[in-house]
């Protein structure tokens, strides 16, 4: 939630933060980015974050669970038990009555595929992690050093992701940056050294 009458200290750091990490967009793309927020200094408002609850970025992940539903109507989907989510399948007015018989929450504990669902999605988080978190120079000079029962492990990851897409392109949904995105073949090989990326 940010306060009108600070929107243009808002969009001055907004700013600051582009052109610090410009290097890691296309040229045009800053440029477009660095006028839209020029454009939204002078108009002294900033849509979509202003008269919301301060330090909440998501209200609910519900609409992620729902998202899947409707990408795949076909399927049965299992969910893990989690209260906030199921509240939100009941209240939010967003599920349809028709997907009713679509869905279930489970307890992990009597749903193999949910436990094995919880425990590689852990590992996709912390690699996601680590790829935020990384410069590619850091990702190439730890890779070198990997032992080879984690450059296996890393193998099966790459091959489970890569069936994944050749599956269906929509079974890979995750939030992160274009840059991350970059580093994800450096991570998995494709870049051996610090020279190829220039």
Request: charged residues 25%; glycine residues 6%.
């Amino acid at each position: 939630d940010v306060d009108p009458l600070k929107a243009p200290k808002f969009w001055d750091e907004f700013l600051k933060l582009a052109e610090k990490n410009q290097i890691v967009l296309d040229p045009v793309n800053y440029q477009m980015l660095k006028g839209m927020m020029s454009i939204a200094k002078r108009k002294g408002a900033v849509e979509f974050i202003e008269g919301y609850n301060a330090l909440k970025l998501i209200e609910s992940f519900g609409v992620f669970y729902v998202t899947r539903m409707v990408m795949f109507p076909n399927s049965f989907h299992i969910f893990d038990e989690e209260e906030v989510v199921q509240d939100y399948f009941l209240n939010s007015g967003l599920v349809p009555e028709s997907f009713s018989k679509k869905y279930k929450f489970s307890n992990s504990n009597l749903e193999n595929g949910v436990q094995i669902s919880d425990v590689l999605m852990g590992v996709l988080g912390k690699m996601f992690t680590y790829l935020r978190l990384s410069s590619q120079e850091e990702i190439i000079k730890n890779r070198d050093v990997m032992s080879e029962i984690a450059l296996s492990n890393l193998g099966f990851v790459m091959m489970l992701l890569d069936r994944s897409e050749n599956q269906c392109k929509a079974f890979l949904n995750h939030v992160a940056s274009g840059y991350e995105h970059l580093k994800l073949p450096i991570l998995f090989g494709a870049v051996k050294s610090e020279q190829e990326l220039y």
